[in-house]
């Protein structure tokens, strides 16, 4: 077992590339370092920050690009400082990180806090490695290459293409609800409805929350959402005066959506004083204006949170097979990535869509 010279990916050539205009072709990964290992990628989630980065809406994203960072698949080479780490044929997953400083005199680093790390942060795509300059690339592809101390083993509780999605959009929320309280005696309201959001009820309902609050903005999302285990649901275009009727209601909010015309000041009506907001989205202009008051009048809290350590994905991964969370995914062959993005574009995914390479590839 081992990885070829040139790796094959879905690349994105210009800020075209998410109306479906990616091309399946050969390109040249970083050069293998003894830390790295390669991977031969079973299943790749497609996540909200794959469009925006190959639109190019955070900014100048640099092309080709392969996106995709919530990949499993096997370990089929190992550097050798690595091996304390991974084998060949581990099933590992990688997410939206790929390395940090790692540094002792890095706060975060050196406190679990890699995925603030502000002096070495490099994503799994898009990100460029200092050392060799190379850019990274990600899991639309056959194989990746990525440093082995961002990989995480796989519990063999979690199937692959379940795992997938949680490298990212689990983690994004996970981390969010356990640093801020979600847990018995809370109220949380997860408010968009697509992979984060979905996983964001997943998660509040398994850690044991009083109520789950789903706001979408229709109605049409509620008996899934009642189904994954939400106690209530806002639809936020088609209720009337939603935020007045459930003002003062919930503890603490994950918001995971990323236009920038968000009702964030009815939102924020939604929370009891001393509740927390937390935002996870990524809209590509800047957020809603809000008065002061929405914050001043309940001593409430605006915070961010960005996907999460090596160490919590492990402790979410442990906690989704102890508790048996199981995302609602929708298989695809990686062959069908073009109509893929267009589709999530237009928010048919229910609630993810996982690219999945053919047995053939897959098999070891
Ligand atoms: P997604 O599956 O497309 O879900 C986004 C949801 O937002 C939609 O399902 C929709 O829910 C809601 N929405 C869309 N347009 C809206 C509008 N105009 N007003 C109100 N709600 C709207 O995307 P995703 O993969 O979950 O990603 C969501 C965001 O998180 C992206 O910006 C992504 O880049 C970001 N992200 C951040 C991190 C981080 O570390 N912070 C990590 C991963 C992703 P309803 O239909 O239910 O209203
Ligand atoms: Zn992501």
């Given at each position: 077992m081992s990885s070829p010279e040139k790796f094959h990916g879905w690349l994105g050539h210009d800020a075209t590339s998410a109306q479906g205009n990616l091309r399946w072709e050969p390109f040249t990964p970083k050069p293998f370092a003894e830390t790295d290992i390669d991977i031969k990628v079973s299943h790749c989630g497609i996540c909200g920050t794959d469009i925006h980065t190959l639109r190019s809406g955070w900014g100048p994203t640099h092309y080709p690009a392969c996106v995709g960072h919530e990949i499993v698949g096997t370990v089929v080479r190992v550097g050798s400082s690595a091996s304390s780490r991974h084998r060949i044929g581990d099933r590992v997953g990688v997410g939206?990180?790929?390395?940090?400083?790692?540094?002792?005199?890095c706060d975060e680093c050196s406190n679990g806090m890699e995925s603030y790390c502000g002096k070495g942060f490099v994503g799994t795509y898009n990100g460029q490695y200092k050392d060799s300059g190379y850019w990274s690339m990600g899991g639309y592809a056959d194989y990746v290459r990525v440093p082995a101390a961002f990989a995480i083993k796989i519990p063999d509780q979690v199937k692959s293409e379940d795992a997938a999605p949680m490298m990212c959009g689990g983690i994004t929320v996970y981390a969010p609800l356990i640093h801020n309280g979600a847990g018995p005696g809370k109220t949380v309201g997860i408010v968009g409805l697509g992979g984060l959001g979905h996983f964001g009820v997943l998660f509040a309902k398994a850690l044991g929350c009083d109520k789950v609050v789903a706001i979408s903005r229709r109605r049409n999302k509620e008996d899934d959402t009642k189904a994954m285990g939400a106690t209530d649901y806002i639809a936020t275009s088609e209720d009337e005066k939603w935020d007045k009727k459930h003002s003062?209601?919930?503890?603490l909010i994950i918001s995971t959506v990323s236009a920038p015309d968000m009702p964030l000041s009815g939102y924020l009506r939604?929370?009891?004083?001393?509740g927390q907001f937390i935002q996870v989205g990524a809209p590509e202009d800047v957020l809603p204006a809000i008065s002061a008051f929405a914050l001043i009048a309940k001593g409430c809290k605006i915070g961010g949170s960005q996907v999460g350590s090596p160490k919590e994905i492990e402790d979410m991964l442990k906690f989704a097979a102890e508790k048996g969370v199981k995302p609602w995914v929708q298989k695809i062959p990686m062959k069908q990535a073009n109509k893929a993005i267009v589709e999530m574009e237009e928010g048919k995914a229910r609630y993810r869509f996982v690219l999945e390479n053919d047995e053939a590839h897959a098999r070891l």
């Open positions: 939206a990180q790929a390395l940090s400083c790692q540094r002792g005199d003062r209601t919930l503890d939604l929370l009891k004083t001393k």
